[in-house]
């Protein structure tokens, strides 16, 4: 078998070619059997084979898009597929994807726990393809930015409640006494 440029199925031809010494023109070799049926079993084989072959590609894609489906859930969009004939000539399922959407939530909190979710869905299949984890980094990504900037707000938080603690003490300078090693 070989795919040509339009990625469409092709099965090689299976050319029985007698000795030198079989030189009738029966269609039969010189051991007897006809070289057109046992070339149309070997071709029905090989089309058997290939179309085997789809039909266990296009259940992992399936299995492989709804998994991100599922888990992505909120933030996923409708499944897409792209299809080949095979050379039965009955379509099947090649390859797929699922959009996620990526952007940030409204707050820093809600971005960790959508990042989470997004990062999980692309690496909920068994077998994550480049893309997928190329999705699940810039999840990651953007969870870790999300994350600092919450530790950031409550620091910021924190520094304000000891400035308000401590307006009144040491003449009115809120850094006395406050020693911040870097």
Known sequence: M???QQNQYQIYEYNYEPNSRGNDRSGKG??????KAVGDRVRQQDVER?????KMTEQKV???????KVV???????????YRVGPDGRLYIVGGEVPI???????????VRKMEQVRMAALAPIDPSPQDYRV???ALMKEAAARQEIIKAEMENKAMKYKKNN???NGGDSRAGLSLYV
Not at 101 to 111: C, K, L, Q, R
């Open 30 to 35: 010189e051991i007897g059997f006809d070289r």
């Open 62 to 68: 399936i299995a492989h898009e709804m998994a991100h």
């Open 2 to 4: 070989k795919i040509d």
């Open 167 to 169: 307006a009144g003490t």
């Open 72 to 82: 992505g859930g909120n933030y996923a969009g409708a499944v897409s597929y792209e």
């Open 50 to 54: 290939v179309v085997q072959q789809l």
């Open 136 to 138: 699940a980094q810039e």
């Open 101 to 111: 959407d990526v952007s940030d939530g409204i707050s820093p909190e809600d971005t």
